[in-house]
């Protein structure tokens, strides 16, 4: 999704959650939306967690600029857990590092000639030092 496209999607779930419209979201519209727009209940203690997080001048409410920073965070936080889920895929021995070898296995290719050159082509293009892993 683009930027202006999650932008847009944080700031409708932030007006939705907003019952008041006064550009803050409450405890109770934070336990209240986040059922009404995700679908789950969360308890007091979560709803301090968040806060805790979130609300960055202790004022008791979190401002749309809050609640922005907090969803983008959390975006990159998941971004990097699929990107390291990924990496995990390839990296099947777990050495932190992974080979043409892994990358030949993964996508299930054979060793004919065009197919070598093709995952050396790979190789090349993403390893940075030339050491032959990325």
Known sequence: MGLKKDKEQISS????????NDGKLSREE????YFECFGRTIDDKEISEIFERVDMD???MIDY???LVATIK???LLNVKNLQAAFNMFDKEGKGTISIENIKTLLGQGKDVMNDKLFKQIMREVDENGDGQI
């Open 30 to 33: 934070i336990k209240r939306g």
């Open 74 to 76: 959390e975006e990159n």
């Open 65 to 67: 600029t809050e609640f």
């Open 58 to 60: 202790k004022n008791g």
């Open 13 to 20: 779930i932030f007006r939705a959650m907003d019952v008041n």
